[in-house]
């Protein structure tokens, strides 16, 4: 199988370019992509990738395969591969530190932005604060969230804007802190986001849920945010 | 929060009332529009004029004209941002659309009022 690679290491090459290499894959056997890339990796080390956990639950080994973005690690080659032919590409819109590895500040920083943490300025109670099980629920589908980047960096508004729209990813987790009753920052929380760019530079084409290697639904929780706006304005 | 002057509301909320509320308008402006040319085939000078001179119809196409004005600057003030990078670039698309937009809303305020 002809598997492509995006090579660009910024401190030899003047520019990107893609290599091609021939791999031979066992018969009989799905293997995921990470694999394949495990195999090129024996015969050129200098290509470069991050990976970690093997099994979708760090994040780090996000990529664009064959145009559609994903975690190598749970993506089977066989639905990858288009044409007899894998094409590897770093997932868009981030800037390029070598090959497939990504510089991922923007996406932190737009994470960061939401502060992803529970703020609650009641006493806190002798042993913990308690939820029912109906609050619990409300953040099912919202902390399953890995950060692996997918969402976002398949967003058109995430590439044009990735300074000022906190991108699919971001609003998911903003969303898991409006949604939790345990929080008590929900007017301040909702107040950093009305503007016009940090939540409604989306425009609900669901490139994030098309995506998202959790099956998560950023455009739904979105909407419940901007539902949450209407609802604190009118 | 993401500070900016050049939006149409300056809140992001705001704006994606007004474009949802005159894209509303404008569909049913242009439903209505259609529907009566359909239902009247034969449409005289007569009767066509005797529509834009009913009260209700000068109020319904105003909104409508408005509601051009204001979806359009909404949208096109998105796609100048997404798109031109260059502030002094995105300033005069910016200032071009909002004229263009008053003189569509001045001159459209004197043809339905036969000024």
Sequence with gaps: MLVSIYRYNPEVDDAPYMQDYEVNLPEGKDLMVLDVLNILKAQDPSISYRRSCREGVCGSDGMNMSGKNGLACITPVSSAVKNNKLVLRPLPGLPVVRDLVVDMSQFYKQYEKIKPFLINDTPAPAIERLQSPEDREKLDGLYECILCACCSTACPSFWWNPDKFIGPSGLLQAYRFLADSRDTATQDRLSELDDPFSVFRCHGIMNCVNVCPKGLNPTKAIGHIRTMLLQRAT | ?115
């Design chain 2, 1 to 115: 929060m993401v500070t900016q002057i050049t939006s149409f509301g300056r809140s992001g909320l705001y704006d994606w009332m007004m474009q949802r509320i005159s894209a509303v308008v404008l569909s049913l402006y242009s439903v209505f529009i259609i529907g009566y040319l359909l239902l009247n085939p034969d449409l005289t000078y007569e009767q066509w004029g005797s529509l834009f001179e009913a009260t209700w119809m000068r109020i319904f196409s105003l909104l409508a004209l408005l509601s051009v004005g204001i979806h359009s600057w909404i949208g096109l003030w998105s796609v100048s941002t997404d798109y031109l990078k260059a502030t002094g670039v995105r300033f005069f698309f910016q200032s071009l659309c909002g004229l263009v937009m008053f003189v569509y809303v001045v001159w459209g305020v004197q043809v339905l009022w036969g000024l």
